[in-house]
């Protein structure tokens, strides 16, 4: 059974604050990786794509893989009260045929 | 770009109507849409892959005679919940992608109440 896990919070931070979000999955030949921010009641938004090992950084989001523990994850630094929401981690398992799999999401409170 | 719409945004119907969602792409052509379904405080579940002039791959346990698929274009695919049920009530998303790999990017989706 092909799996992502994370894990479903609430992960709470002070406003400024490092909130760090993680993910596993079970399929060591995984190739692709994404977060995608998800408020309520509405549809999932791309924030960071992840293909190699290392860190990946985009304005406050930084992503982290590690494809040798099977384990992505990622980092908003300087957190605001916007980005409280529930943050999906998604992983391609077979390449190339476009599927997804998404983690129960983690959500994120960032207190003012 | 990669906008991705979707029709209605919400539905309320009595049980044992159909109903059928649109998902367009409107700056990008896309052979594939991929259609999820998502209950309350739950993630996405994947229910089916819409391909462009072909039949749909659905999913283990999604019943493919309720949910009816059909890709007509490179812009639109279309899902239609048959005899709704008020289990079938839920919120319904479709993406695609402008390369046909990921990532995917979604619709607003559709929120469904069948009475």
């Known amino acids: 059974q092909k799996e992502v896990e994370q894990n479903s919070g609430p992960l709470s931070v002070p406003e400024g604050a490092i909130a760090s979000l993680n993910c596993t999955y079970s399929d060591r030949g995984s190739q692709s990786f994404f977060w995608y921010r998800q408020y309520s009641g509405k549809s999932p938004e791309l924030i960071m794509s992840i293909y190699s090992n290392g860190d990946k950084e985009d304005g406050r989001f930084t992503a982290q893989l590690n494809k040798a523990s099977q384990y992505v994850s990622l980092l908003i630094r300087d957190s605001q009260p916007s980005d409280s929401a529930t943050y999906l981690c998604?992983?391609?398992?077979?390449?190339?045929?476009?599927?997804?799999?998404f983690g129960q999401g983690t959500t994120l409170q960032v207190k003012p | 770009g990669a906008v991705v719409s979707q029709h209605p945004s919400w539905v309320i119907c009595k049980s044992g109507t159909s109903v059928k969602i649109e998902c367009r792409s409107l700056d990008f052509q896309a052979t594939t849409m991929f259609w999820y379904r998502q209950f309350p405080k739950q993630s996405l579940m994947l229910m089916a892959t819409?391909?462009?002039?072909?039949?749909?791959?659905?999913e283990q346990g999604v019943e493919k005679d309720k949910f009816l698929i059909n890709h007509a274009s490179l812009t639109l695919s279309t899902l239609t919940v048959t005899s709704a049920h008020p289990e079938d009530s839920s919120f319904y998303i479709c993406?695609?992608?402008?390369?046909?790999?990921?990532?995917?990017?979604f619709g607003p989706g559709t929120r469904l109440t069948v009475l």
């Open positions: 993406s695609a992608s402008p390369s046909g790999v990921p990532p995917q990017f």
């Open positions: 998604a992983v391609e398992f077979s390449s190339n045929t476009g599927k997804l799999i």
């Open positions: 819409s391909n462009e002039g072909s039949k749909a791959t659905y």
